[in-house]
């Protein structure tokens, strides 16, 4: 890629953190802006940290009019869009039989939805330029069943969906789409899930060191990179083998 200009969102920590982090390191000419919903001293952080390499820009996976203003503020200041990493997204853990119509509209319209209208920004830019790549961060809800997530799980299941109806829209315009489907990770996110349903779902894990959010980061990086050059509409699973 020509420019290196890549957009992170959630980027002020978990695996969002890790992402703009590995991006910094593998490239000394990147430069990486990244979105932070409420958590601002954490962002800051990140800023300062990267020497003035990374941006971090507020952003609300539903507002509906931000999209398309975070990108001109982006590429304002940092340069075209190469890449955008779609990796914000909440939970609200329910049984399906008693989730509230409200908490199913804001999970998925926030984790598809959100994700969908910023890609749409995105793309104008690197349709026109005629190259770019972008990375989904989906789960692996998306795969298999997790009792409590269906509306995250919907709205993930729907990101990989997207993810290969976009690689074959945009492929011929020089733009890859990709996702990584994570398994259990420890983060924020994830902080509020029961201890035995996490020991279910970490259950099949091959490796005994379970899935880092470095793991995932260097995923991100790679799908990013030219050395992904030939690889689009794919999903690369990082699960620690619990999926084998």
């Known amino acids: 890629m020509d420019a290196r200009t890549v957009l992170v969102t959630g980027g002020g920590r978990g695996i969002g953190r890790a992402v703009v982090e590995t991006l910094l390191a593998g490239d000394p000419e990147a430069r990486v802006a990244f979105t932070f919903r409420a958590d601002e001293a954490a962002a800051r952080e990140v800023e300062t940290a990267a020497g003035g390499r990374a941006r971090a820009f507020p952003f609300d996976l539903g507002d509906r009019r931000r999209p398309d203003e975070l990108v001109e503020e982006v590429e304002d200041g940092l340069g075209p869009l190469a890449g955008l990493v779609n990796n914000a997204a909440i939970r609200v853990d329910a049984l399906l039989a008693l989730t509230r119509d409200d908490d199913w509209d804001r999970v998925v319209d926030a984790d598809l939805g959100g994700a969908f209208r910023l890609t749409r920004a ?109 690889i689009t509409g794919q999903a690369l699973v990082v699960d620690a083998g619990a999926s084998a």
């Open 122 to 230: 995105v793309l104008r830019g690197m349709v026109v330029r005629r190259r770019g790549a972008i990375v989904n961060v989906s789960s692996l809800a998306a795969l298999h069943g997790v009792a409590g997530q269906s509306a995250y799980a919907a709205a993930k299941a729907g990101l990989l969906a997207m993810t290969r109806v976009l690689a074959r829209e945009v492929g011929r315009r020089g733009v890859r789409v990709n996702a990584v489907v994570p398994g259990f990770v420890a983060t924020d996110l994830t902080a509020g899930v029961p201890a035995d349903r996490v020991e279910t779902m970490r259950a099949g894990e091959c490796l005994p060191g379970g899935v880092r959010t470095a793991d995932v980061a260097e995923a991100v990086a790679f799908l990013l990179s030219p050395r992904a050059g030939g």
